[in-house]
Every structure is written in structure tokens, then in C-alpha cells.
């Protein structure tokens, strides 16, 4: 089998006539297979896919709605042909440009061919504006140079889409993932046209969820071969912060300087405590606290001057700049 065609559906009804015409027209000379996967669909979808469907379609239906990532993932896993291509079933993506995309792939090859949707036919608001500043977000905090990484009409080489990992929502980050992998992968203008039949099921609200997968991908990518590397970092981080106001043997430790203004300085610093008489107790409140602090590091200072003593570590540096309590 030269090629598997992998469309997830979802309440696409109206749109699986002119569908399979479509691949019909483009894909006469290729020998292929189409696998639809519906996600949930609540409206006829299946039903038409049923009544429909050629001789060389499967269904696979999923028990509900689970996302686009899934859908694809579960088609890939029955796909039986060299080369998988992922495509939308709202027919906005054109399967005329499935030919060319192989062609491609075979005389530079590729693993991956990655369809840019020239001319885009959606709206500027709701769709255009949002996926441009997603793409540029995920193009610099990636480093994965791809200018449209929301288009689902891509070309694989099976043993590549079969190991990509997805799940989730990762459908969106597929360049990174086949970066990840070490594919080589280029990018090709194709065809979209605007939807006829339906209604799109993305708006704003998927911005938020690009933005935490988009965070998620950061961190794998950086620590995904090294996962113990971001925890010992982390711990180190923590524990120099804790040895910073440590003070080293035959040093004493400076006291930080939030620390070292008196009474008077606060006050000053804090003229609007005296408006109310209850400001004064909690002026009071404050200045006594400090004093405790300040109290508690002179006592652990002493503390630790005993214990490097009885290890026999010298502590007449730090004994002149110490007064010990009575």
C-alpha cells in the first residue's frame, strides 16, 4: 500500500459527499486507503461515512469526543501504507495537493512534508490574528522555523508519524515533535479554500491551551532526554539561596541591610504610621521585630562559633566582630 489518507471527522455530515469525491478525483492514479476516524460526532457523520464510503474506506469511531490529537493518533495506528497524510474532513484543505506533496517528500528525502496554507480563507479576528501570533511564539521559543503550524495537511513517512508520541493536544506541535525525532522535514505552500459545509469547531478559547502545551513542550524539549538534570538544577538553585546567608568559617556573616536600619530610620521611612495612634503600635510591631531577628542571627552565629570550636576550627577572626550576651 503506497499511501494511507487519515481524517479525523466531527459533525461533518454535509461535507463526506463531496469528500470522497474529492479523493476520488485526486488520489485515481495512487494506490491508496482513506481512514476516517469520528470523534464524537453527534450528528449523522457515521451514518453518511456508512452509505458512502468506497471500497477502500474504513470507520474507526471513538466513543466520544477526545480531541483532534487523538483521532489522529488512533488513525495512524491502523494506517498499512509507506506514506501517511493527515487531512481535515471540512475540505478546506484540497486532496489535489496530496501528489505534489509526495512528489516532494521523494525527490528531497524527507520524512515529513509540512502543508503552509497560502492565502489563507478564514476570518482575521477570530482565526488569522490568533494562529499569527501563536506561530511566532512557538517559532522563537522552540527554535522550530515552521510558519504555520496549525495546518493538518502533512505527508509522513509511517515509521515516523507512528513514532511521534501524540496525545493530548500535541496535533499543533507535530514540527517540534518530528524535530525532536531528528526528521528531516520541509514546508510547501498549498491550496485552502473556505468551509462550506458546517461550522468550525476552534475559536479564541483554544489560546490558552496552545499556551500550557506550548510551555509543556518548551520543558520536554529542553529536559526530555535529561529529566534528572531540570531536578538537580532546581535543587542547587535552592540550595546555594540557603548557603548565601551562611556565614563561612573564620568569617563573620553581615547582616543584610533591610536589617541594620534602627528605629529612627524607620520611622522616617514610614511617616504615614503616625496619622493614627494605632499606627504606632503596629510601627512598634515592626521595629520589635527586626529586633528579634536580628537577636535570633546573633544567637545563631554564637551557635555555630561553639560547634566549629569543638571541631577545632579556629574562630578568633569572627570572636572580635562578636559580642556574646550575658
Same mark, same amino acid.
Given at each position: ?18 469528500? $470522497?469525491?474529492? =479523493?476520488?478525483?485526486? @488520489? ?7 481512514? =476516517? ?21 474504513? =470507520? ?38 496530496? !501528489? ?59 515509521? #515516523?508519524?507512528?513514532?511521534?508520541? @501524540? ?8 514540527? #517540534? =515533535? ?13 491550496? /485552502?479554500?473556505? *468551509? ?13 491551551? #496552545?499556551?500550557?502545551? @506550548?510551555?509543556?513542550?518548551? $520543558? $520536554? ?5 535529561? !529529566? ?29 541591610? *533591610? ?11 514610614? !511617616? ?14 515592626? #521595629? ?13 552565629? /554564637? ?24
Amino acid at each position: 500500500m503506497k499511501l494511507s489518507v487519515v481524517i479525523p471527522v466531527m459533525n461533518e455530515a454535509d461535507n463526506i459527499r463531496p469528500l $470522497f469525491e474529492a =479523493l476520488s478525483g485526486a @488520489l485515481a492514479s495512487i494506490e491508496h486507503e482513506i481512514i =476516517l476516524v469520528d470523534d464524537g460526532s453527534t450528528d449523522s457523520t457515521v451514518a453518511e461515512i456508512t452509505r458512502l464510503a468506497p471500497k477502500n474506506a474504513r =470507520l474507526v469511531v471513538l466513543n466520544k469526543n477526545y480531541g483532534q490529537t487523538t483521532a489522529m493518533a488512533a488513525g495512524i495506528e491502523q494506517a498499512a501504507g509507506e506514506l501517511i497524510v493527515t487531512i481535515d474532513g471540512d475540505l478546506q484543505n484540497d486532496p489535489a495537493d496530496i !501528489p505534489m506533496m509526495i512528489r516532494h517528500l521523494e525527490d528531497k528525502e524527507l520524512d515529513v512534508v509540512a502543508g503552509r496554507r497560502a492565502g489563507r480563507k478564514d476570518g482575521m479576528l477570530l482565526r488569522k490574528i490568533p494562529s499569527r501570533i501563536a506561530n511566532a511564539m512557538i517559532r522563537n521559543m522552540t527554535d522550530v522555523h515552521i510558519r504555520d503550524y496549525g495546518c493538518t495537511l502533512k505527508l509522513f513517512r509511517r515509521e #515516523v508519524a507512528r513514532n511521534l508520541g @501524540l496525545y493530548g493536544e500535541l496535533h499543533r506541535f507535530i514540527p #517540534v =515533535l518530528v524535530d525532536l525525532y531528528g526528521g528531516k522535514m520541509e514546508e510547501v505552500d498549498v491550496r /485552502h479554500h473556505a *468551509r462550506q459545509f458546517g461550522v468550525s469547531k476552534y475559536g479564541i478559547g483554544r489560546t490558552t491551551r #496552545v499556551m500550557s502545551d @506550548l510551555l509543556f513542550m518548551v $520543558f $520536554f524539549q529542553k529536559w526530555g532526554q535529561k !529529566p534528572m538534570r531540570s531536578v538537580r538544577h532546581a535543587g542547587l538553585h535552592h540550595a546555594l539561596r540557603r548557603l548565601r546567608h551562611r556565614p563561612l568559617p573564620g568569617r563573620p556573616q553581615t547582616p543584610r541591610k *533591610r536589617d541594620r536600619r534602627p528605629a529612627a530610620a524607620l520611622a522616617r521611612h514610614h !511617616p504615614h504610621l503616625h496619622r493614627h495612634p494605632a499606627d504606632h503600635d503596629r510601627l512598634h510591631r515592626r #521595629v520589635h521585630h527586626a529586633h528579634l531577628l536580628r537577636v535570633a542571627e546573633q544567637e545563631t552565629l /554564637h551557635h555555630q562559633a561553639d560547634r566549629w570550636q569543638r571541631l577545632g576550627i579556629s574562630t578568633k577572626s569572627c570572636s572580635r566582630s562578636w559580642s556574646r550576651r550575658p
